[in-house]
Structure formats: structure tokens, C-alpha cells
T-cell receptor
Framework: DAKTTQPTSMDCAEGRAANLPCNHS???????VYWYRQIHSQGPQYIIH???NNETNEMASLIITEDRKSSTLILPHATLRDTAVYYCIVPNYGQNFVFGPGTRLSVLP | ETGVTQTPRHLVMGMTNKKSLKCEQHLGHNAMYWYKQSAKKPLELMFVYSLEERVENNSVPSRFSPECPNSSHLFLHLHTLQPEDSALYLC??????????????FGPGTRLTVT
């Protein structure tokens, strides 16, 4: 897998946008960027993925830089229930997903 | 509800016991996975089944034995476990097509405690 680096932890005020960065400078042209989150002691939850273009769904937006070496997951209006560990994953084409330590996001009231 | 169920949700077993974890997916996927998550550690991939054939075994001890009888069901048979095997065991499924694994959907996990 292309190596990803994420901050260990972040805080965000409730109701504000949470912007979670991820660096993946060794990404190849056909490798996707995936985001998952894991709320304490639950199974990871798929959030969103993208290749080149920015993507948006009901949960979040994904902004990928033009050179594809980094991306940002945006939770537009964070709630207390968004407190979780967020994982940025870039699996090699046809290979498996490797979960790193992720970013622990704390949404504060 | 992700479409992936796991039973039991909690399991306590002694080191001499034999037990099995069950996973079922209702998403029509053709690949299934077992992961282990020890306390405060990232997920570790244990086994991968694609089209019901095991394609990866990440050097998992033989006391863990997977079984995939069809594309919807996955088992993890446990025997003579050690206390350090206590962890959250997660099952996932995905579509595998054209040489590519698509997004994985996870079950809620089985919390295993070995005494």
C-alpha cells in the first residue's frame, strides 16, 4: 500500500467543519484514496473514496489535491457522534486495505 | 447496519476450549476478510477469501482456522488460544472485480476474551 501519514489527533468544536488531512505522496496513478472511521469498539465504517476528482456524499466531502499527494476529509458540521478514529487508506491496485493508527478526532461541545 | 453480521458479539473462552466465530454478509459480495484488533492497536488482516478460496494468510498461528463454505458465510474456528489472543475480531466483505478490491464493509465484531 502507498504509505499514508495522518496527524495522531485533532479536536473540533461541535457544529464546525472538521478537516482531516492525509499525506500519500507515493500514490500511483490508478490508486484510490479511501476513508473509514471507527467509533470506539465498533467495526470500521466506510465513509468515502476518490481517485482524482473531489467527491461528496451524505457523510462527508473528499478533497484530493491536483498532484494527488494529499487529501482532506471534510465533515461539514461535526457532531459529538463524529468522535472517532479516522483512517486514510490507499490500497495498491488489487491488494488489501492496510489500516494504520489513523487520526483520533474529538468533537467538543 | 452494514449488511455484515457477526455472532457471537462477545465470547469468553478458556485456553483449552474450541469455539467458532460466524460472519454473514447480505451484500452480494464475493470477497470476505477476517481482521484482529488488539487493544489500542491498528487492525491486522488475518485472512482473505476471494470467490470462496483463501488467497492470503498473513502468518496467522494455526490455532486460528478459517472456513468459507460459500460467498455469504465465513467462520473462524478457534482452539487452544492464548490470553494474548484476546481482541476484537472483525469480519468484512467487499466486491472483488477486475483484479481490484472495492470498499470493504465491516461487521460489528466479536469481542473475545481468553482466560
Amino acid at each position: 500500500d502507498a504509505k499514508t501519514t495522518q496527524p495522531t489527533s485533532m479536536d473540533c468544536a461541535e457544529g464546525r467543519a472538521a478537516n482531516l488531512p492525509c499525506n500519500h505522496s507515493t500514490i500511483s496513478g490508478n490508486e484510490y484514496v479511501y476513508w473509514y472511521r471507527q467509533i470506539h469498539s465498533q467495526g470500521p465504517q466506510y465513509i468515502i473514496h476518490g481517485l482524482k476528482n473531489n467527491e461528496t456524499n451524505e457523510m462527508a466531502s473528499l478533497i484530493i489535491t491536483e498532484d494527488r499527494k494529499s487529501s482532506t476529509l471534510i465533515l461539514p458540521h461535526a457532531t459529538l457522534r463524529d468522535t472517532a478514529v479516522y483512517y486514510c487508506i490507499v490500497p495498491n491496485y488489487g491488494q488489501n486495505f492496510v489500516f494504520g493508527p489513523g487520526t483520533r478526532l474529538s468533537v467538543l461541545p | 447496519e452494514t449488511g455484515v453480521t457477526q455472532t457471537p458479539r462477545h465470547l469468553v473462552m478458556g485456553m483449552t476450549n474450541k469455539k467458532s466465530l460466524k460472519c454473514e454478509q447480505h451484500l452480494g459480495h464475493n470477497a470476505m476478510y477476517w481482521y484482529k484488533q488488539s487493544a489500542k492497536k491498528p487492525l491486522e488482516l488475518m485472512f482473505v477469501y476471494s470467490l470462496e478460496e483463501r488467497v492470503e494468510n498473513n502468518s496467522v498461528p494455526s490455532r486460528f482456522s478459517p472456513e468459507c463454505p460459500n460467498s455469504s458465510h465465513l467462520f473462524l474456528h478457534l482452539h487452544t488460544l492464548q490470553p494474548e489472543d484476546s481482541a476484537l475480531y472483525l469480519c468484512a466483505s467487499s466486491q472483488f472485480k477486475g483484479g481490484r478490491s472495492y470498499e470493504q464493509y465491516f461487521g460489528p465484531g466479536t469481542r473475545l476474551t481468553v482466560t
